[in-house]
């Protein structure tokens, strides 16, 4: 076997004459993790589906173990042992996690499907994953951090040669990613050959042997992990330092914004008491299926809930759907951009539009188009949307790109108060910033916003104070300088149950 299993030879692909690849080479040993980092749109989910058979390359070859390979499908790339975890899940709702771990390739007995074999591997390889769900769940009962779990299945029950994991951590918990990396290491010493994408910088260093840096398209350059740093990746990335990563916190903030007292979401969540102020960052942090969704959920309309109080500016409101909480002005960001806050295969013009058609009505029916046109552009320049323009469709930008137009839709309705969750997750570290920046200006503009983030960095960079989380209910409140990270999980973990993946008030 090769001492380069897996080789990039001058690959380049173009778009209407936008270079995705351009002459990219570099080589992965056998039994070696591979960090993959760049920005959005620096070709990192271009030169994956090139490997894995879902696009086909211009120029340049791929090589594995010494011979090349031009793979025309999917399923010639996984017969070759090339398998690739998506960010975006391929998954069916409406199947059981074992016919969608072998969706494809089910076994059969004398012609029949043997599920008694699908779910007795299915069993097999849930538990060497750490999952605790029943191979026979409906994948739809699942909440993303167990759907995650079934993709990372799916990729194990095949012989896998070369392994693609592209962002396989977004929605784990701090469990399951350490019983991935488990999964990763015993791969590794298998000999598998694994490309690890992630923007997560704690991960690279501790997953990785090796990192490689795109940019624009090109082959920036492959260290070894021990000999590289935070800074000195980010400034291959981006070009340039971050300088400092979170922007100045505010000193002071203005009058309540929202009071909710005596909220509940059946026996997930119980909530006494819950103030924003405006132009206050409110963290919510926690275990994962602590109630802090159920929280943010409810508080935007996406969740039915019962509440004692419920005051936007000190005046009673009435929320019943995300129609009446955009009526009220709260504005939500949902976790899942994709499913459940952009309309892919609509316009990106389209989707910043939506939100608030209603303030660009003439006569009370007719959108000005004029007006439209100018919103949209106006959106896209204070946003920094990378667009071709405003005619291309949401589904072909960069994760980064997509979560600009879902903050782009949600701000054109001038919120007074902004719900956020995940709002970056699966965006490069520029983007990150480029983000975090946003929501600062908007608390400059009395903008109170709540965030829920996984990410506990984030949230002690981006929040003015943190609710902790556990068991439904908020166990903690902290303010600088009490908030770090060992004072949250303290918290957290001081009365919460044992997180697990099914989500149980769907």
């Not at 809930?305 to 002005?329: H, K, N, Q, W």
Request: charged share 25%; net charge negative; proline share 4%.
């Amino acid at each position: 076997m090769s001492d380069n299993f897996l080789e990039f030879r001058n690959v380049s692909k173009s778009y209407g004459g936008v270079h995705a690849l351009e002459d990219v080479s570099f080589s992965v040993p056998a039994g070696h993790v591979r960090a993959l980092l760049g920005e959005n749109g620096a070709g990192k989910s271009t030169l994956i589906r090139v490997l894995a058979g879902t696009i086909g390359a211009d120029r340049g070859t791929i090589a594995l173990d010494g011979v090349e390979r031009a793979f025309a499908t999917p399923l010639e790339a996984l017969e070759a042992g090339v398998v690739t975890i998506y960010q975006e899940f391929n998954l069916v709702p409406q199947l059981t996690v074992a016919e969608n771990i072998f969706l494809g390739w089910l076994p059969t007995t004398a012609g029949w499907i043997d599920r008694g074999s699908i779910r007795a591997r299915a069993s097999e390889i849930l538990k060497r994953i750490g999952a605790t769900f029943s191979p026979d769940a409906r994948v739809g009962d699942l909440n993303v951090a167990g759907q995650q779990m079934v993709e990372i299945a799916k990729a194990l029950s095949r012989d896998v040669k070369v392994l693609l994991m592209d962002e396989p951590t977004a929605a784990l918990n701090d469990a399951e990613i350490e019983a991935l990396f488990r999964i990763i290491r015993q791969l590794r010493a298998d000999g598998v050959s694994i490309l690890y994408v992630s923007h997560r910088m704690a991960e690279i260093f501790a997953i990785a042997d090796s990192v490689t840096v795109l940019k624009d398209g090109r082959h920036v350059g492959t260290e070894p992990i021990s000999e590289v740093t935070t800074e000195s990746l980010v400034r291959m990335m981006i070009g340039r330092t971050l300088g400092e990563f979170y922007p100045p916190k505010a000193t002071d903030f203005g009058a309540p914004v929202l009071e909710i007292g005596g909220l509940s979401v059946g026996k997930a969540l119980q909530v006494e008491k819950l103030v924003l102020r405006k132009g206050e960052v409110l963290g919510i942090a926690g275990l994962e299926g602590q109630g802090q969704r159920e929280l943010v959920q409810a508080i935007s309309g996406a969740r039915s809930f019962e509440a004692d109080t419920f005051l936007i500016e000190g005046a009673p409101v009435r929320i019943r759907s995300i129609r009446d909480a955009i009526a009220a002005g709260i504005g939500y960001i949902p976790d899942d951009r994709k499913r459940d806050g952009l309309a892919l295969i609509r316009t990106s013009a389209e989707n910043l539009a939506i939100g608030s058609l209603a303030r660009r009505l003439r006569f009370g029916a007719v959108v000005s188009g004029s007006a439209e046109r100018r919103f949209v552009d106006d959106l896209v320049a204070a946003l920094r949307v990378k667009l071709s323009g405003p005619d291309q469709r949401a589904g072909d930008l960069s994760g980064g790109n997509q979560q600009k137009l879902v903050f782009g839709k949600v701000l054109g309705a001038k919120p007074k108060i902004l719900v956020m969750a995940e709002p970056t997750r699966g965006v490069d570290v520029g983007a990150k910033r480029e983000i975090y920046e946003i929501i600062r200006e908007l608390t400059r503009s009395g903008v109170g916003v709540v965030l829920l983030s996984g990410e506990l960095p984030e949230i002690l960079g981006m929040s003015d104070r943190v609710l902790v989380m556990a068991n439904g209910r908020i166990v903690a409140e902290m303010t600088d300088p009490e908030m770090s990270e060992e004072a949250i999980m303290t918290a957290a973990t001081a009365e919460a149950p044992e997180a697990g993946v099914m989500d149980d008030a769907a």
